[in-house]
């Protein structure tokens, strides 16, 4: 039987990797306040794109060295990395607009436009699909207080298209499954039908809508391997058992994790990602200065036999 420590110290802006295997690394808080942090999915080594209060940065966890600047100077929210790790995705006013861009995460181009708002709407990016064809984002109405509805934009003719009648008065935290074919989202109020609760629809949309939980779960996060659905209450995090052969149907709620993890709340896209080993990285919770510790039992049921009385 082995136990892996994991700690949450007072370093509240501090990016971390929780393992079950190793005690974790952590990124220093002189890197900057961070409001959002991603993984670039399909990188031989462990890259975060980290956002300060201004611009953004690459940093390799492991060595918590910093890589690249992208978009230095403009305000940004996002970011999300393209499904083969090449490009960043992110919300920028360097056009005066709230728009989308993206940019090579080494850094070597100048940011490009994907998205052009509307007067009176801004555009964020939320999740891109794994094929790299489509980008979900989330537009924001200002002129009508908190409407939030749900796009798709579409990387070979450039267009964008609205994802089903998805409404909501906080960020939806929209977020493409594993394989492409799902999007769970989150729903704070919407005016269209007061709904609140996490919701998870087919990709292409077809207006099957399946309730993941009816309480304001917020942040949805997909296990790797697309069984399992992650999402924040408040002081913890619960995940979910997905299946979606012969039909899509899930099992009941179990605690993830509690506390520790720093979540804000519904008006804050998500704060944590997950890699495809099932590590975190998120973003340190600071209720006190004492370290908190979480100690995962791994090969329990090895010891048990040891224990129990052969028959």
Not at 42 to 50: E, S
Request: charged content about 15%; hydrophobic content about 40%.
């Amino acid at each position: 039987m082995s136990h892996a420590p994991w700690r949450a110290t007072a370093a509240a802006t501090a990016a971390f990797l929780a393992s079950c295997t190793s005690d974790l690394p952590t990124l220093s808080p002189t890197t900057g306040a961070s409001s959002s942090s991603a993984l670039a999915p399909a990188a031989g080594k462990v890259q975060v794109c980290h956002r300060p209060s201004r611009g953004g940065r690459i940093i390799e966890v492991g060595a918590a060295s910093l890589a690249a600047h992208l978009a230095h100077g403009d305000y940004l929210a996002g970011p999300f990395w393209s499904s083969d790790s090449q490009r960043v995705a992110f919300q920028s006013n360097r056009e005066g607009d709230l728009g989308i861009f993206w940019q090579r995460g080494d850094g070597t181009d100048q940011p490009t436009r994907l998205t052009k708002p509307e007067p009176g709407t801004t555009h964020a990016p939320e999740s891109w699909s794994p094929d790299g064809q489509h980008l979900l984002f989330r537009v924001t109405k200002e002129s009508s207080g908190s409407s939030v509805s749900v796009w798709v934009f579409s990387m070979k003719d450039k267009t964008t298209v609205r994802f089903d009648a998805v409404e909501s008065t906080t960020p939806t935290n929209a977020t493409f499954s594993p394989d492409g074919r799902w999007v769970a989202y989150n729903v704070i109020g919407g005016s269209a039908s007061g709904a609140t609760g996490l919701f998870v629809q087919p990709f292409p949309a077809t207006g099957a809508k399946y309730e993941i939980s009816g309480r304001a779960a917020i942040h949805p996060l997909w296990a790797a391997d697309g069984k399992d659905l992650i999402f924040a209450l408040p002081g913890q995090a619960l995940s979910v058992p997905v299946t979606t052969q012969p039909a899509f149907a899930i099992g009941n709620p179990v605690i993830w994790m509690r506390g520790g993890l720093s979540t804000i709340g519904p008006t804050a896209a998500r704060q944590w990602d997950m890699m495809p080993d099932g590590r975190v990285l998120g973003i340190a919770t600071a209720a006190s200065a004492t370290a908190r510790e979480l100690r995962v039992v791994l090969n329990w049921t090895e010891e048990l036999k040891t224990r129990v009385p052969k028959s």
